[in-house]
């Protein structure tokens, strides 16, 4: 399963983006999504989960904010980022995987496909 990320850019803190991730195949139904982003020359950080049967997971920094969902019928998950803070800045991956460990759905190792990312900057 190829992922490709879209909708990045520049946003002024409080404003709003969506990121879509498209899937390659028809099988990506079957598969767990997450999004993940990366700040600065830090380590990737779990953003938001959701599984195959649409249970969500969210880190405590976004929780409230940002809202996953999933179009299976377009292959696309989508990651609805609002009220954004310039501590959201960073590049956003989106990755999909078959196991199913929603207890460690934050962890990158759990996945084993990922977009090539989407530049967000939120700055005035």
């Known amino acids: 399963l190829q992922l490709a990320e879209s909708g990045g850019g520049l946003v002024r803190p409080g404003g709003s983006l969506r990121l879509s991730c498209v899937g390659s195949e028809f099988t990506f139904k079957y598969f767990n999504i997450a999004w993940f982003r990366r700040a600065g020359g830090q380590a990737r950080e779990g953003v938001a989960y959701?599984?195959?049967?649409?249970?969500?997971m969210y880190s405590d920094s976004v929780k409230g904010r940002f809202t996953i969902s999933r179009d299976n019928d377009k292959n696309t998950a989508y990651l609805q980022m609002t009220n954004l803070k310039s501590e959201d800045t960073g590049i956003y991956y989106c990755?999909?995987?078959?196991?199913?460990?929603?207890?460690?759905?934050?962890?990158?190792?759990?996945?084993?496909?990922w977009g090539q990312g989407t530049q967000v900057t939120v700055a005035s």
């Open positions: 990755a999909s995987t078959g196991a199913d460990y929603p207890n460690l759905w934050y962890r990158e190792r759990l996945f084993d496909n």
């Open positions: 959701m599984d195959d049967s649409g249970r969500v």
